[in-house]
């Protein structure tokens, strides 16, 4: 039997892309809002011992994840074999310790709240940085699939002679990654954040690659503020107008004009969350972890 996926919240084409890959039908969903604001869900599809996949990113997750929860248990009330999430974009990741005291640890309570619902979980890249792994939070099965390959082959057809720049320490790994299989040199930042919007970064002499097109490159762009600080700082050492590229972009109020302005050249996005600047497709890195998720026994 083929799986079933309903796209509730994620780019068209990444759905359509998914459901080609994994030779799924794509299912109906009419969902609405009571007057009350409570939500009103019916699957017109017969689901009885079927894979199904409900496919949503959790950027702005407050509104998507009752009807998203209230979906999954309809689904397995109806009969369905097994319900995985893929969320291209996971969120609650990055409260991952009680910075001060009083705080949750919502990434882990998140994490619970999912696993409670879903039999499998597929992302790209979550912002894992005190938790190593996803089976340190999550209890479902989870794969968290790197955008690295992806990002690589953008850049060796976008960019000449690049020079990759990654945001902290803790992006190292990845960011030698990418440049690894774009074949192109790495710097990395010393960053330090004040403040949501206060984000202070130091960067290397660039030396001899100094007339390299910088990469710019992070997990998320949220306000915007580290890639401002990294592009002001490479201009003022005489480098080309820099490229940005992101896997996730969040792009709180007025990050995509201040990027402009401060002179990036071009700014991309993975397909994770809509928005303008989508030009990296991770269709085929999400079906492939979803394919190995549901060979997975039903829990
Ligand atoms: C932080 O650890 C992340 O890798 C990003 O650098 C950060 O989330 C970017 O945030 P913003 O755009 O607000 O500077």
Redesign the pocket.
Known sequence: MKPLLYNLGIDAALGCNLAELLDADIGTLKTRQFPDGETYLRFDDDCQQRSVILACSLDQPNDKVVPLLLAADTLRDLGAGQVGLVAPYLAYM?QDMRFHPGEGITARYFARLLSAHFDWLATVDP?L?RFHAMDEIYRTPAIAVHAAPVLAEWIGRNVSDPLLIG??E??RQWVADVAARAGAPFLVLE?Q?FG??D?RVSLPELGQHGQRVPVIL??????????VATIEHLLAQGSPAPVCAFVHG?F?DG?LSALRAAGASRIVTCNTIIHETNAIDVSTLLASASRSLMAEPSR
């Open positions: 990055r912002h940085h945001p902290d803790e992006s960053k954040r949501d919007r984000v992070d997990d998320i762009v949220s306000s915007g503020r580290t890639a969040v709180a990050a």
